[in-house]
């Protein structure tokens, strides 16, 4: 140990004090120190990783008349290392040392773009993405990487070429595409630049951001419509190319958070078996980690294992009970599970542990109201609007369960409020027509302000819901023959669409107006939210 | 074998360690400033002395590193901008400033007041002069402070202060005899959370101001998170980790009240994390629009829709993304005409991965990504920006531009300091063609320092004729940078007062009506032999601060009165000729030739 450390040392105090001028031997290129700040505070793991690339680096510097080549690897694996713990500085050092070592290898010189790229240093990012490139002229990936740091520094035409030569030696690159694309967006070229979006969102669904290049393509175009339509699908996920390299160092780090971070991409990929793997090594190394353990939960309940995520929630609970986040979602899934009664524990312990925990209360509130505890629910829903009002599906829910209570006068009220708090959420007017055309109490209806609310919904939209709706109306204000004709229109498109339980609901309706007598039931027990 | 490696290697650091804040600071009090600076920090010298104080110790408390706002008002109608900084204290009760890792500067914690005393000299130049009214301006404003927004909420001409913070906010009503008195709770304003950045804007044209409040996360320090960077170290969270919590719209009710509107206003949502707020008039309909610029999400453009509501137009307009689809960590924003063609366009900064966003807009509020193109991006990538602000320094006609940063994650470069999030500021001159140059190195000695800058507000404090900035600085002292070059050129200043109407039902009934700057008025100052400019009395914009609303416009190497034209948030136009040049001048409603 002792041996390796003032070898270590000769090395690292030559380099400082020749600043930059470290060699091994007259012929071989100048070195540069590679310095690591403290790591006294980060994870063994790391620490271990650490040692093990040092070791290996020392081992090499031991080795006399070893290539230089080796040692240029042996350099370039701890850059690697520095780099995917962002010690960008000491990693630049390490990597630049490999790339004199070991010109020829264009490993070094690419890494070195991603780190400059990675310190916003755009140039020498394309000057070093560009060197790898005369040594691999044919990577897709380098050349998909040098087109980016072109565009970065508001160089489109200077990647043209390159995303070109991408796509033509991968035309089933979506990142090519999309690069190639985003080069059409910069210089105005619309119609291009659709072509190339729409391939690359065909080739890589998953990579959602694409439907914003796309969206701002087609607002170019002046086609709006379609442009709102793709933002509107807008996600986080880039396309990527297939990057060896890269991935390689994605996946170099072995700490609970570097897990967590990986985890949190496959996430967001949907890709909830890879996520729930990355949660369950970060756990490993950092097993009281609650936040951690709940996205295991939450990667093992979105990949359909209900019980190991309950297992995982179960076990923050334990460990963390002040975690409220694992009481509302362990909440959810008793919920899904049909287990009312400890849905309605779990959601009150999160709200317990965080007052301010809105969706928690909310999904109380709905709990409660749905399981013979609506004024419990009631109020929970009111305690929501106080701490924020404009959250409209708990003004929704409070209303509706007005109706579950049979306080109509006091659930139009309500719902007349909310139609002016929040003007442009159908759900309203459509709650409102159904209590309007069909409350039992007399001095609720009003036919003909139901029926207008119901024909305003219906130009904009042709629901069941909405039609039977239109047909309560028509029934309240006395026209008994119109209402069965539109009920049954609607009975057709449901049974159309498969939808037998809507279907049987329906025809009691249809029964109500063949025998000329109104709805007085705006909402069944099942149809309430 | 870890402490070896740590030993071994950090012997082997090539670059000399960087500066610490102390010593920067230290570094600044000493040198001279060289002649060719273009702005000198006079806060010492001036009594501007303030340091943001956030409590840290240890336990890595998320709301630490977001603080704090500076606002430059003119509290007493004398005619120059006097400084309010919100001060921070310990956020654990449990704790007292002795727990604290970085000791607070003597002062009491609470905000502070400095009135500005300017002096004129014999040769005609302005030195600025301040002292501390904190206590007699009867502000009492000790909680965790965040920002502050400035307006004069109750048209009395005496300007007012709102305060964010993290716990419940202020609204300080000016009672126009050098004292405030704390109305938070009777005007319905005073919102318990986090808020960042506040706006007064006059949304629905009714002559009253209204309040639109950026709110952050759900945070408490028992929901408090422990969160590390990638190798394991402790570091703050993001904001990811925490719930958003919705931005609040306040209608003025004209009677010293405010209703909260925002169920009805702001549809959708909550649209947060916000951090920076900026009101102005994007697609030219002559109402006010509001573009909130959001940590880690999607930012919002809320497009006035004339019947009291808004709706987000982010995406379509380009504006919600960076150029790659994703949301940015957007923080300080501002908006302002860089192209002078008209339309306000837009500028927000981020992360250090990110770079900063410009936004050009074509009209009509559709926007295009320009940051590329214009250089900002990429010369922006590797900071972390905070205060900014569309501001003609050089006077030459071209609105540029100064970034306050400071990091919000550990610089592992600089692990052995206290407080290891400093940052230099960044200065970029426009140069009339799309893009903007790096002029930091010639801007002065307070650019070099690595501070944890966070608010900057941005106004003629020495009433000469160029745009001076007060930066707010977590634990380092507070700046004055004082602009030396801006006045070399001919410039017009104008203050744009309005009387929209007094208050109905308030105490303040009987009072006449003051006049105030009308914020959100734009103006098009139309020369003999030169583009057209376009500017717009505002106070907001920028990080969590309240910028002079008056407007300077600087008019290059011409010294032709030009002339101006008003367009008051009423829809109204007035016009002005013959503006006199390389002086103040107001311009009062109605006292113009209408157009």
Not at chain 1, 322 to 331: P, V, Y
Not at chain 1, 356 to 361: D, E, P, T
Not at chain 2, 120 to 132: E, K
Not at chain 2, 398 to 406: E, I, T, Y
Request: glycine share 10%.
């Amino acid at each position: 140990m002792r041996r390796t450390r003032l070898r270590w040392l000769a090395i690292a105090l030559a380099c400082a004090a020749q600043a930059g001028a470290c060699a091994r031997g007259s012929s071989e290129p100048s070195l540069r120190p590679v310095s690591v700040p403290d790591l006294s505070a980060i994870e063994p793991s790391v620490r271990d990783q650490f040692h093990a690339r040092h070791s290996a680096l020392v081992a090499q510097i031991a080795r006399r008349g070893a290539p230089a080549a080796d040692l240029g690897t042996a350099y370039g694996e701890l850059g690697k290392l520095l780099m995917a713990a962002s010690y960008f500085d000491p990693a630049e050092a390490a990597y630049l040392n490999a790339q004199a070592l070991a010109p020829a290898d264009a490993r070094w010189p690419y890494y070195l773009g991603h780190l400059y790229k990675a310190k916003g240093a755009l140039e020498k990012s394309a000057a070093s993405f560009d060197r790898a490139l005369q040594l691999r002229p044919d990577d897709a990936a380098t050349l998909i990487w040098l087109g980016e740091a072109y565009l970065a520094q508001g160089r489109p035409d200077a990647a043209r070429p390159l995303f070109g030569r991408a796509v033509a030696l991968e035309p089933r690159s979506a990142a090519a595409h999309f690069g190639a694309g985003r080069v059409s967006l910069a210089n105005g070229e619309h119609a291009d630049a659709v072509t190339h979006l729409e391939t690359a969102l065909a080739l890589d669904p998953r990579a959602t951001s694409t439907h914003y290049q796309l969206g701002m393509a087609y607002r170019g175009r002046g086609d709006l419509a379609n442009a709102e339509a793709q933002l509107a699908q807008k996600g986080n996920i880039e396309p990527r190319p297939d990057d060896p390299l890269m991935r390689a160092l994605d996946e170099l780090l072995e700490s609970a958070e570097a897990y967590n971070v990986r985890g949190g991409r496959e996430l967001e990929a949907r890709n909830w078996p890879a996520a729930a793997e990355d949660f369950r090594k970060g756990l490993a190394l950092r097993p009281s980690d609650p936040s951690l353990r709940h996205r295991l939960g939450t990667a093992l309940y979105e990949s359909g294992d209900a019980a190991g995520a309950v297992e995982q929630f179960r076990e923050i609970i334990r460990t963390s009970p002040d975690f409220a986040r694992a009481h509302f979602s362990l909440g959810v899934v008793m919920e899904a599970g049909g287990r009312h009664q400890e849905a309605i524990e779990s959601f009150s312990n999160a709200v317990a542990r965080d007052p301010g925990y809105l969706q928690a209360r909310l999904q109380l509130a709905r709990v409660l109201a749905r399981n013979g505890a609506a004024e419990k629910g009631l109020a929970e829903y009111r305690q929501v609007l106080e701490r924020d009002p404009a959250m409209k599906e708990a003004a929704f829910g409070y209303a509706m369960t007005l109706v579950r209570l049979r306080r109509y006068r006091d659930a139009r009220d309500s719902l007349v409020s909310a139609i002016n708090t929040y003007p442009g959420d159908p759900r309203f007017s459509y709650a409102l027509a159904r209590v309007l055309a069909a409350a039992p109490d007399a001095a609720v209806r009003d036919g003909a302000r139901a029926k207008a609310l119901a024909d305003r919904l219906l130009t904009t939209e042709h629901s069941i819901d909405v039609g039977a709706t239109a047909a309560m109306a028509l029934a309240e204000l006395g026209d008994y023959l119109q209402a069965a004709a539109v009920q049954r229109d609607v009975i057709a498109v449901a049974e159309r669409g498969g939808l037998h339980d809507v279907v049987q609901h329906l025809i009691v309706n249809l029964n109500l107006y063949e025998r000329r007598q109104p709805c007085r039931t705006p909402f069944t027990d099942e149809e309430l939210p | 074998m870890a402490l070896l490696i740590a030993g071994v290697l950090s012997a082997c650091r090539a670059d000399p360690p960087p500066h610490s804040s102390a010593a920067a600071a230290g570094a600044a009090a000493g040198e001279s400033e060289s002649a060719a600076a273009w702005f000198v920090d006079r806060a010492q010298e001036s009594g501007l002395t303030f340091t943001y104080f956030n409590g840290m110790s240890g336990d890595f408390l998320f709301p630490e590193m977001l603080p704090g706002g500076v606002a430059l008002l003119d509290y007493d109608n004398d005619g120059d901008l006097d400084v309010f900084f919100v001060q921070g204290r310990m956020l654990d009760a449990a704790k007292s400033p002795a727990d604290a890792t970085i000791a607070p500067a003597p002062q009491p914690l609470m905000a502070r007041l400095f009135r500005n005393d300017l002096v004129v000299n014999a040769d005609g130049s302005r030195t600025p002069h301040f002292v501390d009214v904190t206590q007699q301006s009867g502000i009492d404003a000790r909680g965790y402070g965040m920002g502050v927004a400035a307006g004069d909420f109750n048209n009395d001409g005496c300007i007012d202060l709102y305060v964010t913070n993290f716990g419940r906010n202020q609204l300080f009503r000016n009672n126009c005899d050098g004292s405030f008195t704390d109305v938070s709770k009777a005007s319905g304003t005073d919102i318990s959370g986090w808020s960042v950045s506040a706006a007064f804007v006059d949304y629905d044209r009714d002559g009253w101001l209204d309040l639109y409040v950026g709110n952050y996360v759900v945070w408490d320090i028992q929901s408090d998170q422990k969160c590390t960077g990638l190798t394991g170290k402790r570091d703050y969270c993001t904001p990811a980790v925490y719930r958003p919590q919705r931005d609040r719209l306040f209608h003025n009710n004209r009677d010293g009240t405010f209703t909260d509107v925002t169920a009805r206003a702001l549809p959708g949502g909550p649209n947060g994390p916000a951090l920076g707020v900026t009101t102005a008039d994007f697609d030219n309909d002559g109402w006010i629009d509001i573009y909130v610029a959001n940590d880690g999400r999607d930012n919002v453009l809320w497009l006035n829709q004339r019947n009291g509501t808004f709706k987000n137009v982010g995406l379509l307009a380009g504006v919600a993304v960076g150029a790659n689809g994703r949301p940015n960590g957007s923080m300080g924003v501002d908006a302002g005409d860089f192209d002078n063609d008209g339309n306000e366009d837009l500028f927000t900064v981020q992360l250090p991965s990110e770079g900063a966003r410009l936004y050009h807009n074509r009209g009509a509020a559709l926007f295009d990504d320009v940051s590329a193109a214009s250089g900002l991006g990429p010369m922006s990538l590797g900071y972390t920006g905070f205060g900014t602000a569309w501001f003609d320094f050089d006077n030459d006609g071209w609105l540029d531009l100064l970034v306050a940063n400071g990091a919000i994650e550990a610089i592992k470069e600089r692990g052995a300091q206290l407080f290891p999030y400093g940052e230099r500021k960044l200065l970029f001159r426009n140069l009339g063609n799309g893009r903007f140059a790096n002029v930091t190195p010639q801007a002065g000695a307070a650019f070099r320092q690595f501070e944890v800058s966070r608010g900057a507000a941005f106004g003629d404090i020495d009433n000469d004729g160029d745009i001076d900035v007060v930066i707010s600085n977590i634990h380092a002292p507070a700046r004055l940078l004082v602009n030396t070059v801006g006045n070399r050129r001919h410039w017009i200043g104008l203050r744009l007062l309005g009387r929209p109407a007094a208050a109905r039902r308030s105490p303040d009934s009987s009072a006449p009506a003051g006049w105030r700057d009308m914020l959100g008025a734009r103006v098009e100052v139309i020369r003999s032999n030169a583009p057209t400019l376009w500017r717009r009395v505002r106070s907001d914009g920028s990080y969590a601060s309240a910028n002079d609303p008056r407007v300077l416009v600087g008019l290059g190497d011409t010294s032709d009165p030009p002339t101006v034209r008003a367009h008051w948030p009423d829809g109204r136009v007035e016009e002005w000729r013959a503006v006199a040049v390389d002086t103040w001048t107001t311009l009062r409603q109605g006292e113009g030739v209408a157009r």
